[in-house]
C-alpha cells in the first residue's frame, strides 16, 4: 500500500498556472481582495449560486437570460453596465438570498477560466472568510492541490500569498510540498498572521492601496476575517454553489 503523500503547490500569479498539471488536481481559486471573498460571502448570505463569468458582457447576456444579478468591478471599480459591484457589503441575506449572482471580476474569474481550460480536476474557491472550509475539503479529498493566486493583473500580491501560507500552515502535514513559492507564502503568512490588516498597511500593499485609496479599508478588514462566511464554493458546469 502507498504512503505517498499528495502533492501542495502555490501558483504565485495566473501567468504561471501553465507551468502546473492541473488535471486530477483541486485547484484553489484565491482572490482575497474581493472576488473570492464577495463569492464565500454572497453563498453563505443564501445566494442560490455564482455565475463567475470573464467578461462585463458575457455577465450582461447572461444576467439577462436568468434575469439574476449582474456584478463586478474593473480595476477595483464596479464596471460600466453592471448593476453591483465586488464588495462583499453588497450582498446582504435580505438581498442575495435564493438569488443568481453572475460576476466577473478584474483577476480572480479570469483564473477561474484559465483553469478550466487547463483542464482542471475540480475548482474551488478560497479566501479568509471561508479559510477552514477550504482546510477541510483538502484534506478530505486526499488529491493533489494548487493554490491559484490570482494576483493583480498577473503581478504577485500580497494578499492571496498570505492566504495560500495560511492554507498551507493547516494542511502542511498531510502534503508532500517540494515547492518554493509555497515556503514563500508560508513565511510570509508566519510574519504577518497576528495582524494581517496591519502588515498589509505596514507593507503598503498595492491593492491595500487601491482599495483603500477608494475609502474600502471595511472591506478590506472583511477579507482578511478567517471563517466568517464558512462555505465551500464548488464550481461544476458553469456555477459555484455550496458543497
Known amino acids: 500500500m502507498s504512503h505517498l503523500k499528495p502533492s501542495l503547490h502555490t501558483s504565485l ?3 504561471l498556472l501553465h507551468l502546473y498539471n492541473v488535471s486530477n488536481t483541486i485547484v484553489v481559486i484565491i482572490d482575497v481582495l474581493r472576488a473570492t471573498s464577495t463569492i464565500a460571502t454572497a453563498l453563505y448570505n443564501g445566494a442560490k449560486c455564482v455565475i463567475p463569468v470573464d467578461s462585463v458582457a458575457k455577465c450582461i447576456e447572461i444576467g ?3 434575469e439574476g444579478i449582474t456584478a463586478g468591478e474593473r480595476d477595483g471599480q464596479i464596471a460600466e453596465g453592471l448593476e453591483y459591484g465586488n464588495s462583499p457589503f453588497e450582498y446582504p441575506p435580505a438581498f442575495i438570498g435564493g438569488k443568481t449572482l453572475v460576476l466577473t471580476t478584474t483577476n480572480g474569474t479570469k483564473l477561474l477560466h484559465m483553469a ?3 483542464g482542471a480536476g475540480q475548482i474551488i474557491t478560497g479566501s479568509f472568510p471561508n479559510l477552514s472550509s477550504v482546510c477541510e475539503y483538502l484534506l478530505s479529498g486526499k488529491q493533489n492541490v494548487i493554490l491559484g493566486c490570482a494576483a493583480w493583473k498577473n503581478r504577485v500580491n500580497i494578499e492571496d500569498l498570505l492566504f ?11 502534503f508532500d510540498s517540494n515547492c518554493d513559492s509555497s515556503a514563500i507564502a508560508s513565511t510570509l503568512y508566519g510574519d504577518a498572521q497576528n495582524d494581517l490588516y496591519g502588515f498589509m498597511e505596514e507593507k503598503k ?5 487601491r482599495l483603500s485609496g477608494y475609502g ?9 476575517t478567517p471563517d466568517i462566511a464558512n462555505v465551500l464554493p464548488f464550481y461544476d458546469n458553469g456555477i459555484l454553489t455550496v458543497r
Open 116 to 118: 478550466l481550460e487547463r
Open 164 to 174: 495560500a501560507g495560511a492554507v498551507i500552515e493547516r494542511v502542511k502535514e498531510h
Open 13 to 15: 500569479s495566473p501567468a
Open 216 to 224: 474600502l479599508e471595511k472591506d478590506i478588514r472583511y477579507c482578511l
Open 205 to 209: 500593499a498595492s491593492h491595500y492601496l
Open 64 to 66: 439577462k437570460q436568468i
